[in-house]
């Protein structure tokens, strides 16, 4: 399974832009690169998957390099209802099973 | 809007009794899995069901026994309740990748 390594924490204001990057460095070829955002006492919620370059959606985007071997998840102007832990997973199975690592405390103050 | 519920959001139960904690989807999805998570320890996968009547062991599998009877209903179940069982337990499904995961089930054992 591909380890990922990603910061145990970050702190931000409001309004400014916040990157999370993610070593992944044995990912696989059929591997996709998926961010999960929790926020305490919920289940944590799908936000943006890529296989490579760069993917944007109405909640984030998803920068990823030639190599694969990281990936950065961009919050452009944060509040502070985006204060959660975020999830780098780089890998699933072929049942579709995800391996959890420890995340990113993401905190946003005003 | 697509869903994965669980039947108890706060549970409370003695040591030594059966447990049974139910989760239902109805996005037809053929992937169910049910993890926990403990501060520090993050999400560790307990048991997972890729068809109905299938089941496979997650990570931690130990006292722990899971049922699937019906497409969308994944029940995980407590053989005999311990203390070290208490922990927020959570519910997810899955088509191929991205999972929708229920907004979990606090379960203290005394």
Aim: aromatic content about 12%; charged content about 20%; some cysteine.
């Amino acid at each position: 399974l591909a380890k990922t390594t990603q910061p145990i924490s970050m702190d931000s204001y409001e309004g400014q832009e916040v990157n999370i990057t993610c070593s992944h460095n044995n990912i696989a070829t059929n591997d996709y690169i998926t961010w999960y955002q929790q926020f305490p006492s919920q289940g944590p919620r799908f936000i943006i998957q890529g296989y490579k370059t760069k993917v944007t959606n109405e909640v984030a985007s998803l920068f990823i390099p030639a190599d694969r071997k990281s990936s950065t998840l961009s919050l452009p102007r944060v509040s502070l209802s985006d204060t959660a832990v975020y999830y780098c997973l780089g890998k699933t199975d072929s049942w579709g099973k995800l391996q959890f690592g420890a995340g990113t405390q993401v905190v946003v103050t005003p | 809007d697509v869903k994965v519920t669980q039947s108890s959001r706060y549970l409370v139960k003695r040591t030594g009794e059966k447990v049974f904690l139910e989760c239902v989807q109805d996005m037809d999805h053929e992937n169910m899995f049910w993890y926990r998570q403990d501060p520090g320890l993050g999400l560790r996968l307990i048991y997972f069901s890729y068809d109905v009547k299938m089941k496979e062991k997650g990570d931690i599998p130990e006292g722990y026994s899971v049922s699937r009877e019906k497409k969308e209903r994944f029940s995980l179940i407590l053989e005999s309740a311990s203390t070290n069982q208490t922990s927020m337990y959570l519910c997810a499904s899955s088509q191929v990748v991205g999972y929708t995961f229920g907004s979990g089930t606090r379960l203290t054992v005394v």
